[in-house]
């Protein structure tokens, strides 16, 4: 049975499909996928990146790697959520209870409306829990506290590693209260932590550890010059995220942190030009309705990444607005630009729409 369980190297090549770079989240991910497939426990993963960088990217495609493989899908089921409506939802109820609840419907939609909630619950145990956006739930905001995000993390914690907790059946599973092990979900978090980045730079820098970071020799074209050189990676400890508003308690309950690199210009452009939903191929989707063929050149591609690398707060959602800019008058009349069945876009005519 378990040779049927696809090893990390064929996740990896899979999810690769989907996500462009990022090399160390897919790695890791593709890592824990292989052994939760095979029924191995698994320590629970938390993933931090600037916006736009591919954390949702990633959730989505194991997700559809799953979808599209009933037979894996099975041994795992998989819900996404926003942090935000845990806090929300332990305001109502018992805390973490959305997260089984929302299992539960997964494992039904699975295994069919006629399985019995045993089995239900057996399936739902196994499952796979991503939690995105989840700096939402940091407990303070500045000085203030943030009530929801405080409740919110109390939430997850009573779900994370809890060999017993309590839950009320949803009506159509029976009602009643039953006691679940959760601990052999996996969960796996995300959040861009906007903000993370200078308070460490600071840190290391002007604040607690001053002169930790230092400064090195660098010889360029226009002399020799000193440079702070800073990476996250290197820095990172986890009192970072305690000052942050994650609570000790809620990280120790991951094993491995993984921080998403932002986005270089050749992997911008590859993101225009691979990724199946990106604004290029919606574009060119439209004007093949109109019996149109449309083409940009690799400058004019890459004069589009330049542009959305200038937005880096954005990540690779800029990439759709920079190009909504370039092609709008072209989509409005797309016949006009085409007279012979194609639209050809050099760096000229990208460079006029960008600055007219
Ligand atoms: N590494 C990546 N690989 C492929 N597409 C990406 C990547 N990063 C961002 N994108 C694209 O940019 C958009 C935003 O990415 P998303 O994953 O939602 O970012 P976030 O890290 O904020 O969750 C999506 O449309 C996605 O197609
Ligand atoms: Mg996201």
């Not at 090893?7 to 990022?22: N, T, Y």
């Not at 990633?58 to 942090?83: D, F, I, K, Q, W």
């Not at 006009?336 to 000229?348: E, F, H, I, R, T």
Request: net charge negative; aromatic share 6%; hydrophobic share 40%.
């Amino acid at each position: 049975m378990t040779s049927v369980v696809p090893s990390p190297r064929e996740i990896v090549a899979e999810l690769e499909k989907r996500v462009i770079g990022q090399r160390e989240a897919i790695h890791e991910m593709s890592i824990a996928l292989s052994k939760k497939l095979a029924g191995l426990s698994v320590g629970n993963i938390l993933m931090i990146g600037s916006s736009g960088t591919g954390k949702t990217t990633l959730m989505r495609a194991v997700e559809a790697y799953l979808e599209e493989r009933p037979h894996l899908s099975l041994r795992s089921t998989v819900v996404r959520m926003h942090a935000n409506i845990l806090g929300e939802a332990a305001q109502r109820g018992r805390p973490g209870e959305l997260i089984l609840e929302r299992l539960l419907e997964r494992a039904r939609e699975q295994l069919g409306v006629d399985a019995a909630t045993e089995q239900l619950l057996e399936q739902a145990r196994g499952g796979i829990v991503f939690v995105d956006e989840v700096d939402k739930i940091r407990a303070h905001v500045g000085d203030r506290p943030n009530t929801s995000g405080i409740r919110a993390q109390e939430a997850l914690l009573t779900v994370i590693e809890n060999e017993s907790v309590p839950f009320n059946l949803p009506e159509w599973a029976g009602g009643g209260t039953v006691t679940v092990d959760s601990s052999g979900l996996l969960f796996v978090c995300g959040g861009a932590f906007e903000g993370l980045y200078d308070s460490v730079f600071d840190r290391v820098t002007i604040g607690r550890d001053r002169g930790a970071l230092k400064p090195v020799t660098v010889v360029e074209e226009d002399g020799v010059h000193e440079k702070l050189i800073f990476a996250l990676r290197d820095w990172l400890r986890n009192e970072d995220l305690f000052d942050y508003g994650m609570s000790p308690q809620f990280l120790s309950r991951f094993d491995a942190v993984v921080l998403l690199a932002d986005l270089t210009l050749d992997e911008l452009v590859r993101i225009f030009l691979e990724v199946p939903d990106s604004g290029y191929h919606q574009t060119r989707a439209y004007f093949e309705s109109r019996d149109l063929h449309l083409a940009l050149s690799p400058d004019a591609v890459r004069r589009i990444a330049v542009e959305a690398a200038t937005e880096s707060r954005l990540g690779a959602r800029a990439l759709k607005e920079v190009f909504r800019r370039v092609i709008r008058d072209y989509e409005l009349d797309p016949q006009a630009n085409g007279p012979n069945g194609s639209v050809l876009l050099d760096v000229k005519e990208v460079e006029a729409a960008l600055n007219p």
